[in-house]
């Protein structure tokens, strides 16, 4: 079964850090480009970070520059969402993505049609 799993979300502290799991069954994930996408009530569901396929650099909205990076795990084929210095408003569910694509994932921050597997979100809630 060809599926995606995101999973570590939960409820932490203003300051605090979460690290979420996306992780991939029956298809290779170092060979799509990455996307992660949040959404909290009432707002859409936004873009914040990418990574490209293997060897692929890592874009990111300035919301979360400097605060949330990305990593790959060949051996668990698995990539990583390490979030820090959480604010309350990162408060939402967050998903990760995968598409065939190529190095530079930029254009998959804004569009979410050229995505092939979708996790099924996993909720993140900053409050103290």
């Known amino acids: 079964q060809l599926q995606l799993v995101d999973s570590g979300g939960g409820l932490v502290q203003p300051g605090g850090s979460l690290r979420l799991t996306c992780a991939a069954s029956?298809?290779?994930?170092?060979?799509?480009?990455i996307g992660w996408f949040r959404q909290a009530p009432g707002k859409e569901r936004e873009g914040i970070l990418c990574?490209?396929?293997?060897?692929?650099?890592?874009v990111s909205r300035d919301s979360v520059k400097g605060r949330f990076t990305l990593s790959r795990d060949s051996a668990k084929n698995s990539v990583y969402l390490q979030m820090t210095s959480l604010k309350p408003e990162d408060t939402a569910v967050y998903y990760c993505?995968?598409?065939?694509?190529?190095?530079?994932?930029?254009?998959?921050?804004?569009?979410?049609?050229?995505?092939?597997?979708w996790g099924q979100g996993t909720q993140v809630t900053v409050s103290s």
């Open positions: 029956g298809f290779t994930l170092d060979q799509y480009a």
């Open positions: 993505a995968a598409a065939i694509w190529g190095s530079d994932c930029t254009p998959l921050l804004s569009d979410t049609s050229d995505y092939d597997y």
């Open positions: 990574i490209g396929d293997s060897g692929g650099r890592t």
